[in-house]
């Protein structure tokens, strides 16, 4: 822990450079909000944080940059950032109309984040296998051609194009529909392919056709994320090599969602540098958040941007973005 003054004292030199990028002299900390000492004070309990680790000095006699260290300490002395009345009412505005389906949604809402902050984006979509059914419809078509409709849980929506083996007219397809909702309603959509016989021949012929379709699907070749906003967080790195390696592990999906899940299960909410646990992300930040349907986590949102972000803004964009999201899957 530190005493009141030098953290007093790091907090100004995190909030000055994030703003500036530059290295931060003890004569501007000496000014800073909350400092109120010389600037003499000021070099000496820079460079103790300096020794504590908190700080760094790129070259003899510039000011100091904050280490990963100091971050974190900055990031854990921060109490519940909120969004600004204007950001906090374009993210209300934004869920009040958002409608249709989940993909688009999602889609919608990386671009929201990166608006906020000015970082990547990446929402990882809930993955279908573990949703459970909300409802099934069975839509004629023509009279030997269906479409099958499930509605997810995680508001997602499963469609499949069926061409039956025999015509069935609007009865039997409203029994055989009716069948399936009794049989998977509240279960995995896994749950249809052993769904039970319904003992009427015509509605049983459709039934069959249908789990043997949704049986012969090619499996989900899992999660999918959702990205945006990537060139505007690689205008914020000047070495060309650490773009490159940043865009190159927003593009592979399976590292994406890794990442994020690995952050989300290890109980932070932000990453920084060596934390996120892969060395391209050394001077990277991650902030990330769960969301939710009925209670039952189902995805994640964050942002990642360069280990100066503004830390409150990502904290607080993120945060209710995924309140409101998780809101806005629960209510269907």
Request: charged share 20%; net charge negative.
């Amino acid at each position: 822990m530190l005493d009141e003054r030098k953290a007093s004292i790091l907090r100004a030199v995190v909030e000055e450079y994030i703003q500036t990028a530059q290295p931060v002299g003890s004569g501007h900390v000496a000014n800073a909000p909350g400092v109120q000492v010389s600037s003499a004070t000021v070099r000496n309990d820079m460079a103790a944080l300096e020794t504590e680790g908190f700080l760094a000095q790129p070259h003899t006699s510039a000011g100091r940059v904050p280490t990963e260290k100091g971050y974190r300490y900055f990031v854990d002395a921060l109490s519940h950032p909120r969004l600004d009345r204007a950001a906090a009412q374009q993210v209300r505005s934004f869920f009040d109309q958002a409608h249709g389906e989940i993909e688009q949604m999602l889609a919608d809402t990386t671009r929201l984040l990166t608006g906020l902050t000015d970082y990547a984006a990446v929402v990882v979509a809930p993955a279908h296998e573990a949703a459970r059914v909300r409802s099934v419809q069975l839509v004629s078509l023509a009279p030997s051609v269906v479409l099958f409709v499930a509605v997810l849980g995680s508001g997602a929506i499963e469609k499949r194009t069926i061409e039956l083996a025999a015509e069935a007219d609007e009865v039997v397809l409203a029994a055989a529909a009716q069948h399936l909702s009794d049989a998977v309603v509240g279960e995995p959509l896994a749950a249809v392919v052993g769904s039970g016989l319904s003992g009427d021949a015509g509605v049983e012929s459709v039934l069959a056709t249908v789990r043997a379709t949704l049986a012969a699907a090619p499996e989900d070749e899992g999660d999918h994320v959702f990205v945006n906003g990537a060139s505007r967080m690689a205008a914020s790195f000047d070495a060309v090599e650490t773009v490159r390696s940043v865009l190159t592990i927003l593009e592979q999906q399976l590292v994406v969602v890794t990442l994020l899940r690995d952050v989300v299960d290890r109980g932070l909410n932000v990453a920084i540098g060596s934390e996120t646990g892969m060395q391209p992300l050394a001077d990277c930040a991650l902030v990330v958040a769960p969301y939710t349907v009925d209670g039952e986590q189902v995805g994640t949102v964050g942002v990642l941007g360069p280990s100066r972000m503004n830390y409150p803004q990502a904290l607080a964009a993120v945060a209710v973005v995924g309140q409101r999201l998780s809101h806005r899957l629960s209510e269907g």
